[in-house]
């Protein structure tokens, strides 16, 4: 098996390694760099439970080998709060609930980022459609769409994200 | 256990009922949730499994000698020495003798996909890459997954030590059935067939297991193991004594079921530590998990009959059902039980007969999926009550509120034995029609159709049964029963520290999607008035552990709030004592009040749960002498209420007691030419008592739905005649994606339960329950078809379609 000399910058570090040809983008994150935030699901690329970005675009981690990321610039879901604070993205998460048991936030959140940096003002069928990339077992997506569409108002400076989570306590509380 | 007392709910809850963030949302945000995989310890191998490509075969040999060769293998057991090494898997069956399960096949493989070697080497890679390399030489048998083939004479036999492939066949009878069925004015009947779908989370099963040759200690970290109490059957498979094995619980990445019990898994990884002395892991991948995972779910055909007078009444009804459990049957026929839990539905019925043959096949053997059957069940009922409504030319919602149990009518025991606790169907049916807008939407309808549309709208109103009792699986036994189990318990352990800050420890596999560390928290902050958000959920592992079972069946939240309750109760208990000589006051005279104690009409005499706890822990000899150091207590939270099944099985018992209800109301559009079903509206009023965090069981109900929506039109696992899995990747299995899934109207309604703290019903599987009946009706209405088996794929509808014609 040959091995490869790769340069890559990761979260705003610079990373050298020697891979082989066949490790995989996400397997030289998670076992290479110890950066198990980006999860395996499928191994196909059908799931996106792997999706970081690369030079600010999604893919596929599982299914793209580490050599093809030579020279390129990733960022996995550890780069998104690197202090006490969390973004406003995954605070958005947070407020909605729009992660059940967690698996699939990495890339739904790394997915979201790029949607809204292509387009800070995503409709909601733009969200749900940007995010059909990505597999979500347990949520139904819906908190997830009001969350991303609640980051991009935030991010865009157009609301302080608001309660709109706790706006269903009372017992007879409607959502949607 | 005779029936337990009706509790008197607090008026005022100050965190109960909020939607507060989630405690456990942080670290799953940043990518650091401590799944299985992200786990790994220093000279750990990887283990690969090597699959049968045969659906049925004799094993004739295994050639692993290159495999062998690969640099870095370490290890190979396969199918001619498994038994070597470890006895069968733990089997809750009926006569496990008789269709013997090991963790890798055993003579002959039974299904495409089942294990016959495990290689464990340096990384998965070359694990994967020896696997590749073994030499299995097969003589194939006859295949058979059709179960009406099963039960033919001359069917190939799946376990020769069967005799047959019918591991269990009994017809109870509940109640006069026979009388109510003569006094009929119709009945109606259809054969109805549920197709095999799974849970299928993002993440698969693994396991990382290491043992101590030095102790003798097997230390296994799972993701899988949440029936606690029961993991001394699995030291008994590891070949070790039950005090040497240690099993720590990580976050499931999703489970819906499907990591209720998968000990294979972990079986494989504890084998292949002990053979190598070193530490090892297995991780499924996709194609473990979907075609040797042990968790499909029901794959059911059912032949029924629903009696009723003319004036829309139900009477009686008879299930007769055949269920194909593929090649093995770990969990015996408790999917069976879950239906039995609500075999009537919310309908008052008198009697009801349900005949059972479960078949064995070459498919992967079933497991636990969200409803654990029940949600089968569901869906059979709810498509026999819209038959009647059409038989009577009644609308599907009158006919559902005519035979609605009533309100007053709670604690309501079903022809069954098990018992409603409570509920109140119509107000549920209320808010969902008001929600909905149903008379808006059947006026909307006929405009549309008027344009030519196919539009159609479904309504189901259905059970959620909750808290299983170890009793339910007795029904399968005569008496006497093989192992007369009966309990079902929950642990919590509450230390508040020097400092007044709260810890709480659990003792299943509790996290997998379903807040279980939201819930404790705010049970916690509810009982002793500190902030959910400074309590810390730690999990015991449980060689130091205490007795759980774990979520399943709808219970954790239930069975963790009398766990949090009893734990928090005795330490107030201890605390009342030291706040009292604190305060120099008798200890008659204290009130617990915002998470300290006050001397009755002296609100300034009061001691806050921090000092007193300081007390506790620092000033022994300034206590009185009974008292011992430090604030802690543990809580065994039993099952709440459970009655005990007759010798004849005429009466199971209460063994699923808190009920919960639901309707769904939704709007479909279909396409006839394509079958692609398109979703206009669709609104989900639960009554699952009272509501911990309204989001969160919002987010619970969505979910479920969008599970029940890809039960209900896409996902099945597919085997061909030959046995050949043709679904075996997420390619093939489809689940829904964003564009599939409808956005909800979500509704409660609260009808506390009478027996349980704060009246809490269980709701994490409610969705799925309720979707595939109100979908499925949507559809028929739309195209004027019936659907009869699910999923009802683009293909069929348009097949149905073309039939009617």
């Given at each position: 098996m040959s091995t490869h000399e790769i340069n890559v910058t990761v979260n705003g570090a610079a990373a050298s390694a020697s891979v082989e040809a066949r490790r995989s983008l996400v397997d030289f994150l998670r076992h290479d760099l110890g950066l198990v935030g980006t999860h395996v699901g499928c191994e196909q690329g059908a799931c996106g439970a792997c999706t970081v970005l690369l030079d600010g675009r999604s893919v596929r981690s599982c299914i793209m080998f580490a050599v093809q990321a030579d020279g390129g610039d990733i960022q996995t879901v550890e780069s998104l709060a690197p202090g006490?604070?969390?973004?406003?993205?995954?605070?958005?998460?947070?407020?909605?609930?729009?992660?059940?048991?967690?698996?699939?936030?990495?890339?739904?959140?790394?997915?979201?980022?790029?949607?809204?940096?292509?387009?800070?003002?995503?409709?909601?069928?733009?969200?749900?459609?940007?995010?059909?990339?990505?597999?979500?077992?347990?949520?139904?997506?819906?908190?997830?769409?009001?969350?991303?569409?609640?980051?991009?108002?935030?991010?865009?400076?157009?609301?302080?994200?608001?309660?709109?989570?706790?706006?269903?306590?009372?017992?007879d509380g409607e959502e949607g | 256990m005779t029936v337990p007392k009706v509790r008197q709910h607090p008026e005022h809850l100050e965190w109960v009922g909020k939607s507060i963030p989630r405690v456990e949302d942080p670290k799953f945000l940043r990518g650091r949730g401590n799944y299985i995989d992200d786990y790994e310890v220093p000279n750990m191998l990887e283990v690969a499994v090597a699959r049968s490509t045969m659906a049925h075969a004799k094993i004739l040999s295994i050639d692993t000698s290159a495999a062998e060769a690969v640099p870095g293998v370490v290890a190979i057991v396969t199918s001619e020495n498994v038994a070597d090494h470890v006895n069968p898997n733990p089997d809750f069956g009926?006569?496990?003798?008789?269709?013997?399960?090991?963790?890798?096949?055993?003579?002959?493989?039974?299904?495409?996909?089942?294990?016959?070697?495990?290689?464990?080497?340096?990384?998965?890679?070359?694990?994967?890459?020896?696997?590749?390399?073994?030499?299995?030489?097969?003589?194939?048998?006859?295949?058979?997954?059709?179960?009406?083939?099963?039960?033919?004479?001359?069917?190939?036999?799946?376990?020769?030590?069967?005799?047959?492939?019918?591991?269990?066949?009994?017809?109870?009878?509940?109640?006069?059935?026979?009388?109510?069925?003569?006094?009929?004015?119709?009945?109606?009947?259809?054969?109805?067939?549920?197709?095999?779908?799974?849970?299928?989370?993002?993440?698969?099963?693994?396991?990382?297991?290491?043992?101590?040759?030095?102790?003798?200690?097997?230390?296994?970290?799972?993701?899988?193991?949440?029936?606690?109490?029961f993991l001394f059957t699995m030291a008994n498979t590891l070949r070790v004594p039950s005090n040497k094995l240690d099993i720590h619980p990580h976050p499931a990445g999703g489970s819906f079921g499907a990591k209720f019990w998968e000990v294979k898994t972990a079986i494989i990884a504890g084998m292949m530590a002990r053979v190598t002395g070193r530490p090892v892991k297995f991780l499924q991948d996709r194609l473990?998990?979907?075609?040797?995972?042990?968790?499909?779910?029901?794959?059911?055909?059912?032949?029924?009959?629903?009696?009723?007078?003319?004036?829309?009444?139900?009477?009686?009804?008879?299930?007769?059902v055949v269920?194909?459990?593929?090649?093995?049957?770990?969990?015996?026929?408790?999917?069976?039980?879950?239906?039995?839990?609500?075999?009537?539905?919310?309908?008052?019925?008198?009697?009801?007969?349900?005949?059972?043959?479960?078949?064995?096949?070459?498919?992967?053997?079933?497991?636990?999926?969200r409803g654990f059957g029940s949600e089968v069940g569901n869906w059979i009922l709810e498509r026999m009550v819209d038959l009647l409504a059409a038989e009577l030319d009644m609308d599907p919602v009158e006919l559902r509120r005519k035979n609605f149990i009533g309100p007053e009518e709670f604690p309501y025991f079903i022809p069954t034995g098990n018992v409603y606790d409570s509920g109140d169907y119509e107000a549920v049916l209320a808010k969902t029609l008001e929600l909905f807008d149903y008379e808006g939407w059947r006026r909307r309808q006929a405009e549309m159709r008027a344009e030519g549309r196919h539009v159609g709208i479904g309504v189901c109103t259905c059970q959620e049964r909750s808290v299983f009792s170890a009793t339910e699986f007795w029904f399968w036994f005569d008496e006497p029963v093989a192992a007369p189990v009966t309990s079902a318990p929950e642990s919590v352990t509450l230390r508040v520290d020097p400092m007044g800050a709260v810890t709480a420890t659990l003792y299943s596999n509790a996290s997998w999607?379903?807040?279980?560390?939201?819930?404790?928290?705010?049970?916690?902050?509810?009982?002793?008035?500190?902030?959910?958000?400074?309590?810390?959920?730690?999990?015991?592992?449980?060689?130091?552990?205490?007795?759980?079972?774990?979520?399943?069946?709808?219970?954790?939240?239930?069975?963790?709030?009398?766990?949090v309750e009893g734990a928090a109760q005795k330490i107030r208990a201890k605390a009342a004592k030291i706040a009292a000589h604190l305060l120099e006051a008798n200890e008659d005279d204290l009130v617990w009040e915002d998470g300290g104690f006050v001397v009755r009409g002296s609100p300034d005499r009061r001691k806050e749960l921090a000092e007193i706890s300081l007390a506790a822990h620092m000033f022994k000899h300034s206590l009185p002498e009974e008292i011992e150091?430090?604030?802690?207590?543990?809580?065994?939270?039993?099952?709440?209420?459970?009655?005990?099944?007759?010798?004849?099985?005429?009466?199971?018992?209460?063994?699923?007691?808190?009920?919960?209800?639901?309707?769904?109301?939704?709007?479909v559009e279909v396409d006839p030419e394509t079958g692609r079903v398109e979703f206009l509206d669709y609104t989900a009023v639960h009554d699952c008592g009272t509501v911990v965090n309204p989001r969160s069981v919002g987010g619970q109900v969505i979910g479920g739905t969008v599970q029940g929506l890809g039960t209900t039109l896409y996902e099945e696992f597919l085997y061909d005649a030959d046995g050949v899995l043709r679904t075996p990747s997420f390619a093939e299995y489809l689940i829904p994606s964003a564009l599939d899934s409808p956005t909800l109207r979500v509704g409660h309604n609260e009808t506390p339960s009478p027996y349980t703290p704060y009246g809490i019903k269980g709701g994490g599987e409610a969705g799925r329950m309720m979707a595939p009946s109100a979908i499925c009706a949507a559809i028929d209405d739309a195209l004027g078809i019936r659907i009869r088996r699910l999923p009802a794929t683009p293909e069929r509808i348009v097949e149905m379609v073309d039939a009617k014609d």
């Amino acid at each position: 098996m040959s091995t490869h000399e790769i340069n890559v910058t990761v979260n705003g570090a610079a990373a050298s390694a020697s891979v082989e040809a066949r490790r995989s983008l996400v397997d030289f994150l998670r076992h290479d760099l110890g950066l198990v935030g980006t999860h395996v699901g499928c191994e196909q690329g059908a799931c996106g439970a792997c999706t970081v970005l690369l030079d600010g675009r999604s893919v596929r981690s599982c299914i793209m080998f580490a050599v093809q990321a030579d020279g390129g610039d990733i960022q996995t879901v550890e780069s998104l709060a690197p202090g006490a604070d969390l973004h406003p993205l995954q605070e958005a998460f947070r407020r909605h609930q729009g992660l059940q048991c967690g698996f699939c936030t990495p890339g739904m959140l790394l997915r979201s980022l790029e949607l809204i940096n292509a387009n800070p003002e995503l409709s909601p069928e733009e969200a749900r459609e940007g995010i059909s990339s990505n597999m979500c077992r347990c949520t139904g997506y819906q908190y997830i769409v009001d969350a991303v569409l609640d980051a991009a108002a935030e991010m865009r400076g157009d609301t302080a994200g608001g309660d709109t989570a706790s706006g269903d306590t009372a017992s007879d509380g409607e959502e949607g | 256990m005779t029936v337990p007392k009706v509790r008197q709910h607090p008026e005022h809850l100050e965190w109960v009922g909020k939607s507060i963030p989630r405690v456990e949302d942080p670290k799953f945000l940043r990518g650091r949730g401590n799944y299985i995989d992200d786990y790994e310890v220093p000279n750990m191998l990887e283990v690969a499994v090597a699959r049968s490509t045969m659906a049925h075969a004799k094993i004739l040999s295994i050639d692993t000698s290159a495999a062998e060769a690969v640099p870095g293998v370490v290890a190979i057991v396969t199918s001619e020495n498994v038994a070597d090494h470890v006895n069968p898997n733990p089997d809750f069956g009926p006569s496990p003798e008789r269709h013997t399960w090991h963790c890798l096949a055993v003579d002959k493989v039974r299904y495409m996909g089942e294990g016959i070697a495990a290689v464990a080497a340096t990384s998965r890679a070359v694990a994967e890459d020896a696997a590749e390399l073994i030499e299995v030489e097969y003589a194939p048998l006859e295949p058979l997954t059709d179960m009406h083939e099963a039960l033919e004479d001359d069917a190939p036999l799946v376990h020769e030590a069967l005799g047959s492939n019918i591991p269990f066949q009994r017809n109870f009878v509940f109640g006069d059935v026979e009388g109510d069925f003569a006094a009929a004015d119709v009945i109606v009947r259809d054969t109805l067939r549920w197709g095999r779908s799974g849970g299928q989370p993002l993440e698969t099963v693994g396991a990382v297991a290491d043992y101590d040759a030095a102790t003798g200690m097997m230390t296994i970290h799972a993701n899988s193991l949440t029936l606690t109490h029961f993991l001394f059957t699995m030291a008994n498979t590891l070949r070790v004594p039950s005090n040497k094995l240690d099993i720590h619980p990580h976050p499931a990445g999703g489970s819906f079921g499907a990591k209720f019990w998968e000990v294979k898994t972990a079986i494989i990884a504890g084998m292949m530590a002990r053979v190598t002395g070193r530490p090892v892991k297995f991780l499924q991948d996709r194609l473990d998990n979907i075609a040797n995972g042990d968790h499909h779910g029901s794959d059911r055909y059912y032949e029924v009959e629903l009696a009723a007078r003319s004036d829309g009444t139900m009477l009686s009804v008879r299930y007769k059902v055949v269920d194909n459990y593929g090649a093995y049957i770990q969990f015996g026929v408790g999917q069976h039980g879950n239906s039995l839990a609500q075999a009537i539905g919310p309908y008052r019925m008198n009697s009801l007969q349900y005949d059972l043959t479960a078949v064995l096949t070459n498919k992967c053997q079933q497991g636990a999926y969200r409803g654990f059957g029940s949600e089968v069940g569901n869906w059979i009922l709810e498509r026999m009550v819209d038959l009647l409504a059409a038989e009577l030319d009644m609308d599907p919602v009158e006919l559902r509120r005519k035979n609605f149990i009533g309100p007053e009518e709670f604690p309501y025991f079903i022809p069954t034995g098990n018992v409603y606790d409570s509920g109140d169907y119509e107000a549920v049916l209320a808010k969902t029609l008001e929600l909905f807008d149903y008379e808006g939407w059947r006026r909307r309808q006929a405009e549309m159709r008027a344009e030519g549309r196919h539009v159609g709208i479904g309504v189901c109103t259905c059970q959620e049964r909750s808290v299983f009792s170890a009793t339910e699986f007795w029904f399968w036994f005569d008496e006497p029963v093989a192992a007369p189990v009966t309990s079902a318990p929950e642990s919590v352990t509450l230390r508040v520290d020097p400092m007044g800050a709260v810890t709480a420890t659990l003792y299943s596999n509790a996290s997998w999607g379903n807040s279980a560390e939201t819930m404790v928290a705010q049970f916690v902050a509810e009982e002793l008035g500190v902030h959910p958000e400074d309590v810390t959920i730690v999990y015991g592992g449980t060689s130091q552990g205490m007795p759980a079972t774990g979520p399943g069946g709808s219970r954790f939240t239930i069975m963790a709030s009398g766990a949090v309750e009893g734990a928090a109760q005795k330490i107030r208990a201890k605390a009342a004592k030291i706040a009292a000589h604190l305060l120099e006051a008798n200890e008659d005279d204290l009130v617990w009040e915002d998470g300290g104690f006050v001397v009755r009409g002296s609100p300034d005499r009061r001691k806050e749960l921090a000092e007193i706890s300081l007390a506790a822990h620092m000033f022994k000899h300034s206590l009185p002498e009974e008292i011992e150091t430090g604030l802690e207590a543990a809580h065994v939270q039993d099952h709440p209420y459970t009655t005990m099944p007759n010798p004849e099985r005429t009466d199971l018992g209460v063994f699923y007691p808190f009920v919960g209800h639901a309707s769904h109301m939704v709007v479909v559009e279909v396409d006839p030419e394509t079958g692609r079903v398109e979703f206009l509206d669709y609104t989900a009023v639960h009554d699952c008592g009272t509501v911990v965090n309204p989001r969160s069981v919002g987010g619970q109900v969505i979910g479920g739905t969008v599970q029940g929506l890809g039960t209900t039109l896409y996902e099945e696992f597919l085997y061909d005649a030959d046995g050949v899995l043709r679904t075996p990747s997420f390619a093939e299995y489809l689940i829904p994606s964003a564009l599939d899934s409808p956005t909800l109207r979500v509704g409660h309604n609260e009808t506390p339960s009478p027996y349980t703290p704060y009246g809490i019903k269980g709701g994490g599987e409610a969705g799925r329950m309720m979707a595939p009946s109100a979908i499925c009706a949507a559809i028929d209405d739309a195209l004027g078809i019936r659907i009869r088996r699910l999923p009802a794929t683009p293909e069929r509808i348009v097949e149905m379609v073309d039939a009617k014609d």
